[in-house]
């Protein structure tokens, strides 16, 4: 194993997502919480190579969508456990996500 390969790129320690439990205006009860992610562990190092494998509906999209805070302004959302992308924590405030909605394919290359 050379040295590339022993360093740590990603680290992910009981990463939990959770919809829902908000209280609306005019419901009597807020809204069922649903844990879509469930205390997920992972490391991955440089040179791996990493397949998320699952039946439809097992939450490899949602994982994916979490890592890129794709749902960071999305209303009823939580997300606990810690995200650590080369040491750094991706949900720290300095780490702003990028907005990808808004751009057009050929505009995405320079945000990446």
Known sequence: MTANHAEKILEVRGLTK???GEKRKGAKQP???LDVLKGID???YRGDVVCLIGPSGCGKSTFLKTLNRMN???PGVRIEGDVRLKGEDIFAREM?????THLRAHETRRHL
Request: hydrophobic share 30%; charged share 20%; aromatic share 12%.
């Open 18 to 20: 959770t919809y829902g």
């Open 31 to 33: 809204t069922p919480t």
């Open 42 to 44: 992972i490391d991955i």
């Open 72 to 74: 960071d302004l999305v």
């Open 96 to 100: 702003e996500p990028v907005s990808y």
